[in-house]
């Protein structure tokens, strides 16, 4: 992988047997694996000690190009639980490399945002999204991310609504999820940069492992409530 330098260890990997309860055609018969996670990767024993020690992990994960039976390969989807402070744990994207669509839904189901994505660009995941990212591209869509290491994602509600509100299917289109009763309509966002806490374009994310800021902004959401109402914004 061209965009990391460090050693990269076994990945875990999702097949489409795997996705099949969340798809947009379970019947599908394609097989095969669609993504690979590589999980809390640090370049030096120092960098691994500061994300330890910040609570923090940087993961990078790279989705397949290609559909399942028409349906762009994207990632299972979850939720994230809550923190101590009573906000649900945030998380920071960055896309390395390719073109991704990273599809966020409120709890509530009154916002659906899709933020269209390319090299450089940062997302943030607010507490309270959902989240799916999808590979509407011809290449491997390689990003990184940065959240918490203090829990692990809830797929139960992807999982018992069939996956996100909206699927992308390979002619671009989306498609609401029947499941959905009642939901906002998707509404496009472009990626912006969150100078207030050093999320910006020019700053790859893994430098942003040693700014101080970091460890707090995916611990305590509670603290930065100023950003999470405005990161949505049209
Ligand atoms: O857990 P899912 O929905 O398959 O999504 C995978 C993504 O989530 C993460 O676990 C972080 O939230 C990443 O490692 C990976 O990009």
């Given at each position: 992988?061209?965009?990391?330098?460090?050693?990269?260890?076994?990945?875990?990997?999702?097949?489409?047997?795997?996705?099949?309860e969340?798809?947009?055609?379970p019947?599908?018969?394609?097989q095969?694996?669609?993504?690979y996670?590589?999980?809390?990767?640090?370049l030096?024993?120092?960098?691994h000690?500061?994300l330890?020690?910040?609570g923090?992990?940087y993961?990078?994960?790279?989705?397949t190009?290609?559909s399942?039976?028409?349906e762009?390969?994207?990632?299972?989807?979850?939720?994230?639980?809550?923190?101590?402070?009573g906000?649900?744990y945030?998380?920071?994207?960055e896309?390395?490399?390719g073109?991704?669509?990273?599809?966020l839904?409120?709890?509530?189901?009154?916002?659906?945002?899709?933020?269209?994505?390319?090299?450089?660009d940062?997302i943030?995941?607010?507490?309270?999204?959902?989240?799916?990212t999808?590979?509407?591209?011809e290449?491997?869509?390689?990003?990184?991310?940065?959240?918490?290491?203090n829990?692990?994602?809830d797929?139960?509600?992807?999982?018992a609504y069939?996956?996100a509100a909206?699927?992308e299917?390979?002619?671009?289109?989306?498609?609401?999820?029947p499941?959905?009763?009642?939901?906002a309509?998707?509404?496009?966002?472009?990626?912006?940069?969150?100078?207030?806490?050093g999320?910006?374009r020019?700053v790859?994310?893994?430098?942003?492992?040693?700014?101080?800021?970091?460890?707090?902004?995916?611990?305590?959401?509670?603290?930065?409530?100023?950003?999470w109402?405005?990161?949505?914004?049209?």
């Amino acid at each position: 992988m061209d965009v990391w330098k460090g050693v990269l260890p076994e990945p875990e990997v999702r097949t489409v047997e795997d996705m099949r309860e969340v798809l947009a055609y379970p019947a599908c018969e394609q097989q095969g694996p669609l993504y690979y996670m590589y999980r809390d990767l640090a370049l030096t024993d120092e960098d691994h000690a500061i994300l330890r020690e910040g609570g923090i992990r940087y993961d990078i994960t790279i989705i397949t190009p290609g559909s399942v039976c028409g349906e762009f390969i994207k990632t299972k989807g979850h939720y994230h639980p809550e923190s101590p402070g009573g906000l649900q744990y945030p998380e920071i994207y960055e896309v390395l490399s390719g073109k991704g669509h990273f599809l966020l839904q409120s709890q509530d189901l009154t916002d659906v945002v899709l933020h269209p994505a390319t090299t450089g660009d940062k997302i943030l995941i607010p507490p309270g999204f959902g989240h799916v990212t999808i590979n509407p591209g011809e290449d491997p869509l390689v990003m990184a991310n940065i959240v918490s290491r203090n829990f692990e994602s809830d797929y139960s509600f992807f999982r018992a609504y069939r996956g996100a509100a909206y699927y992308e299917t390979d002619d671009g289109q989306f498609l609401k999820n029947p499941l959905y009763t009642r939901v906002a309509d998707l509404r496009f966002l472009e990626a912006v940069d969150h100078p207030e806490v050093g999320v910006v374009r020019e700053v790859p994310l893994y430098d942003l492992i040693r700014d101080p800021l970091i460890p707090d902004l995916m611990n305590l959401p509670e603290a930065f409530t100023h950003i999470w109402e405005n990161c949505l914004r049209d």
